[in-house]
């Protein structure tokens, strides 16, 4: 399976800021009743940007100026909690293409970097100033670069990181595992012999 | 060289490693569940790959049955298509699905140990983040998201990093109407709710090694509260004893032989941690939750923290923001609290020892006025259990709804869901905002005991007073 090689992204940005923003938050349980991911990206964030009877409540997501966004800036430990899937799923199908954070709860990353969305790490002044940018002009465009490992925006740059694996991963073309999965059954086939409560 | 369980369940699975270094880690054991799975049998169906193992995928269904509603089709048509699709995925694939007929059903992380699936020094996942509930038994138990569920049911393997160990002792004595979940919650509230961010935690101590299996289950359960994706204790003679005569478990020769092979997986006594925390048992008080996320705790002698206490200005933030959602009063007891529902259940105490527990404690007594209780068996075997001790009228004299086995209340994807801003004391493991199914909604998490104590005073309680606890 060819998978796009992603080594940078670029498009305008959104901060919605807070730290421990958990998946019940990015999409709450009641929208997972649902057999495919399909429709979830306009129930992102649902209970903190509408009301009950669906009115909207201020939240970044619902400026317009924002609408375009494909990056989301955010605080530390970004999408913990539950190891719903639809939480990234639900980012994806919003539009939105990569986070950059302070840091990531652990099932999360791992869920978004398989869906070759980079989640890349950043210091807080200088996710603060990517914001900044961008509050002073939402057209600014956000540059994540996974070769330099920077983030550019109106004439400054930044350092960002992540981690190597999923770097390696997503600028190789091969954030998603199960090709290579898929290839190394002959040995699985071998490891599972070794242990006996795999017998059949 | 010595080494940790963690390590050398690892080693064992390791298949090999992939071009961009992560480990291809063996997943002997794979439990579904129907709202994570439907999804992954559809990337199957698009690939048009099979699952490798059918003999090592578990499935069951938990989030979204009703629990008072056993007859098919569900109110909830949403809920009853997600019924009809795990039922043909696990036709179609030749899964074994505990279904409600089967009598076997329940919430995944209660039905593992309970069939004998879940075994030491093996390795486990689910597309749930409370698979860490597996540790307790030694195993190396993974919360996965809907594509690892794909990889895993395609290949029995996933991609993988390995994690670093923590191990935390808690030794010396609790004291009474402590119990298993205050220690979880006490390490939640010390360690933070990322400290355990790229480690397994490593249970240990003299309070571990005297802990039932049910026991263990409830703080290996709530690891991921604390970002730790794992948590394990130790195989010893408590595990084995769990597991013997259950039905996944080795039977006759192959028993003794499972046994050896299991204890070989405990660590080592000489082996090296990446990180080593002590807890001293007696500081461990009955723990409830004040804000929303797990570690924002205090003992129940506490009072609700404010935000000129806070220790940092993120801290600051946090307070303010949990406060203004609870609508609690910065500074005062947490003791006193109004309760408008109380909850007995889910995966990390809805075993038939919680049950127990409050069922001898709250014979004779009423659940406030006002006050909307329910108790929630994690299986049905456990409800079945629970029956038979006659623990069910004991709770239903008291004023309790005694439900069938699910979820329930621990999130909105059946019917039981808070109402508007009602406060409940759940003995759940999620505080987060609009968790249990209202978007203003508020949970108090703590012990069953002190759910119960909640439950016949009608505000947040010390157990201990209510029920004269001398030594539990
Ligand atoms: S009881 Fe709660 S935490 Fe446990 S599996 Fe069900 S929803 Fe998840």
């Known amino acids: 399976m060819a998978l796009a090689k992603i080594t940078s992204v670029t498009g305008r940005a959104v901060n919605v800021p807070g730290n421990d923003i958990d998946t019940d938050r990015i999409i709450p349980a009641r929208f997972m009743k649902c057999v495919v991911f399909d429709g979830l990206g306009e129930f992102l964030f649902n209970d903190v940007r509408r009301n009950l009877d669906g009115t909207e409540k201020p939240h970044p997501l619902n400026e317009a100026r924002f609408k375009k966004a494909t990056i989301l800036l955010s605080g530390a430990n970004f999408g913990c909690g539950s190891s719903r899937e639809h939480a990234p799923q639900a980012i994806a199908k919003y539009g939105l293409k990569a986070i950059i954070a302070e840091n990531f709860a652990e099932i999360f990353f791992g869920n978004s970097t398989t869906l070759g969305i980079p989640c890349v790490t950043a210091a807080r002044e200088d996710i603060a100033k990517i914001a900044a940018a961008v509050e002073a002009d939402p057209k600014t465009d956000v540059t994540i670069d996974l070769v330099e490992l920077e983030a550019r925006f109106a004439g400054q740059s930044v350092k960002i990181a992540q981690r190597e694996s999923a770097r390696d991963a997503l600028v190789n073309g091969r954030w998603d595992a199960i090709g290579e999965l898929i290839d190394g059954k002959a040995d699985v086939l071998k490891t599972a012999a070794t242990l006996p409560y795999l017998a059949a | 060289m010595p080494k940790s369980l963690f390590q050398k369940v690892w080693d064992a699975h390791t298949v090999r490693t992939l071009a961009n270094g992560q480990t291809q880690l063996l997943i002997g054991?794979?439990?579904?569940?129907?709202?994570?799975?439907?999804?992954?049998?559809?990337?199957?169906?698009?690939?048009?790959?099979?699952?490798?193992?059918?003999?090592?995928?578990?499935?069951?269904?938990?989030?979204?049955?009703?629990?008072?509603?056993?007859?098919?089709?569900?109110?909830?048509?949403?809920?009853?298509?997600?019924?009809?699709?795990?039922?043909?995925?696990?036709?179609?694939?030749?899964?074994?699905?505990?279904?409600?007929?089967?009598?076997?059903?329940?919430?995944?992380?209660?039905?593992?140990?309970?069939?004998?699936?879940?075994?030491?020094?093996?390795?486990?996942?689910?597309?749930?983040?409370?698979?860490?509930?597996?540790?307790?038994?030694?195993?190396?138990?993974?919360?996965?998201?809907?594509?690892?569920?794909?990889?895993?049911?395609?290949?029995?393997?996933?991609?993988?990093?390995?994690?670093?160990?923590?191990?935390?002792?808690?030794?010396?004595?609790?004291?009474?109407?402590?119990?298993?979940?205050?220690?979880?919650?006490?390490?939640?509230?010390?360690?933070?709710?990322?400290?355990?961010?790229?480690?397994?935690?490593?249970?240990?101590?003299?309070?571990?090694?005297?802990?039932?299996?049910?026991?263990?289950?409830?703080?290996?359960?709530?690891?991921?509260?604390?970002?730790?994706?794992?948590?394990y204790v130790n195989p010893d003679e408590t595990t084995f004893a769990y597991l013997k005569g259950r039905p996944y478990s080795p039977k006759g020769a192959a028993w003794d032989a499972a046994v050896t092979h299991w204890k070989s997986f405990a660590s080592d006594a000489n082996a090296t941690y990446d990180d080593v925390v002590k807890i001293n048992a007696a500081d461990i008080a009955p723990t409830v939750t004040w804000g929303i996320n797990p570690a924002q705790a205090i003992s129940i002698t506490e009072n609700i923290p404010s935000p000129e206490t806070a220790t940092s200005d993120d801290d600051k933030v946090g307070i303010i923001e949990a406060l203004a959602y609870m609508k609690l009063p910065a500074g005062a007891p947490i003791k006193g609290t109004k309760i408008s529902v109380a909850f007995l259940g889910s995966c990390t105490n809805g075993r038939l020892s919680d049950f127990q527990e409050v069922a001898k404690y709250i014979k004779g007594r009423k659940v406030a006025p006002g006050v909307k209780a329910i108790a929630v068996p994690g299986s049905q075997i456990v409800g079945l259990q629970c029956e038979k001790l006659g623990l069910d009228k004991i709770l239903v004299e008291a004023g309790f709804e005694w439900r069938a086995a699910g979820c329930s209340m621990c999130l909105a994807m059946n019917p039981d869901k808070l109402v508007g801003d009602q406060l409940c004391a759940s003995s759940s493991n999620r505080n987060f905002k609009g968790r249990q199914g209202s978007t203003t909604g508020r949970t108090v998490l703590m012990s069953p005991l002190m759910v119960a104590a909640a439950a016949v005073t009608g505000v947040v309680s010390d157990a201990r007073e209510v029920f004269h606890v001398v030594n539990s």
């Open chain 2, 29 to 231: 054991t794979h439990l579904i569940h129907e709202v994570t799975s439907p999804q992954a049998f559809g990337m199957l169906r698009d690939l048009g790959l099979k699952v490798l193992m059918p003999h090592r995928t578990f499935a069951t269904v938990d989030h979204i049955v009703p629990t008072d509603q056993l007859v098919e089709p569900y109110a909830d048509p949403l809920a009853q298509a997600m019924m009809d699709e795990i039922r043909k995925n696990c036709a179609d694939y030749g899964v074994t699905f505990f279904d409600r007929a089967s009598g076997k059903q329940g919430i995944v992380h209660i039905v593992g140990p309970e069939q004998g699936i879940t075994q030491p020094g093996t390795t486990i996942a689910c597309g749930d983040s409370h698979t860490s509930t597996h540790g307790a038994f030694g195993a190396i138990a993974f919360g996965i998201g809907t594509s690892q569920v794909r990889d895993v049911l395609a290949t029995q393997t996933m991609a993988l990093g390995a994690l670093k160990v923590r191990r935390i002792e808690v030794n010396g004595k609790l004291r009474p109407g402590v119990y298993a979940k205050d220690v979880i919650l006490h390490i939640i509230r010390t360690l933070g709710v990322n400290g355990g961010t790229g480690f397994a935690y490593e249970y240990a101590g003299n309070v571990f090694a005297g802990f039932t299996m049910e026991e263990r289950m409830t703080v290996c359960n709530m690891s991921i509260e604390g970002g730790a994706r794992v948590g």
